[in-house]
């Protein structure tokens, strides 16, 4: 089998609970002047995840769940190729349908779940400081994150340990037609790399001042191997293993994310707050890449960056978003609260890009084709407290 050993796909059924999820976590703070106002905090952890049911229900049921096609024309026989049967009327109703699909074989597909493999598993790591500057309290954090033994399903009957995936020889090849071409293995060697540093600012809101306001800036460096499916049921078609798989941003890497936010206290006690967010974007696949690596598909995984416009002088971003929340509350009788919101989101129209051409030899390279909502908007409501 290619790709895997075959001793480690075949066993008895009798397959032992994983019982070795020891997950010991710490975490520290220490007070350094004892006034609560410069705090060292500190923590580290492993956490198991689990895998999907989905893995072992297509092992043992996938093989006999037998898709059959069945393909219609009007007088039947050979249609660019294909046998079809000549429709009939009766093909509408059960009684004329199950003889046929009783005579068409179908076939179901085969489904390998390594032997004594382990759940998926994360190693956390975080230290920073907390320094309070009079009514501000801020907060430096670096994290970081790695992440291995995640599942994926390949393709075990290749041709080669390097190609050939779709070329290898078939389940019917080599007398068993009642499975279908690709045979499947689950490989648990994709990992993941996470690092980031968290700045925040916060002044809480108080009647005296009248004014809150908070500020979050993250920056992130994402990476992984394997495949690009997410979920639980991931698939990779373009590698017969992770191994061979390059090195690449994650999906979710977004290098540079700001969000503030505020509130002020306006007369006739009304409250405006509002939030910015304010993002490099995320990356994107490159096709018909030049710096594509060699020995695999003409990509470069999530190599593309958004296009970045305007926001203020100076500074650009490729996502956008302001939003405006403006409030009163009313006292009604018995204590009780009526309060009126209007809100305004994204209030500038702000067209942020959820996916783009990832041609490169096109000319529209990197040009948007699909947007995030929402765009402009206005809502009012009433909430009612007792």
Known sequence: MVGAGVCDYISDGDRPAFKDAFQPRF?????????????????????????????????RFKPFQFNKTIYFSNNGGLVGGQQTVAWNPAYLTPAGLDPLLAASPGAGEVFLVKNNFEPPRTDQFNIGVRQKFGKWQTALTFAAGHTEGESAWYIANALTETGGRFNGPSPTSVGFPQFRNAIFFQNTDKERDYKAIYLTADKPYNAQDNWGFNLAYTYMDATQNGSRDSGYAAFDFDYNVPSQSPEFRSATDERHRIVASGTLGLPADFLLSGIVTLGSGLPYNVFNCPDAPAGGPNICWNAGNPEKRAFLP????????????????????????????ADAINLFNFTNYSSFEGSYTNPRFGAGTGVFTPTRSFQVGLRYAF
């Open 27 to 59: 975490g520290f703070s220490y007070d350094v002047f004892g006034d609560e106002r410069t705090v060292l905090f500190g923590g580290a952890g492993r956490y198991y995840d689990r895998i999907g049911f989905n893995f072992a229900f297509d092992e």
């Open 314 to 341: 100076g500074l650009n971003f490729a996502y956008r978003q302001i939003d405006l929340r403006l409030t009163k509350t009313f006292e009604v009788f018995g204590g009780q609260r009526v309060e009126f919101i």
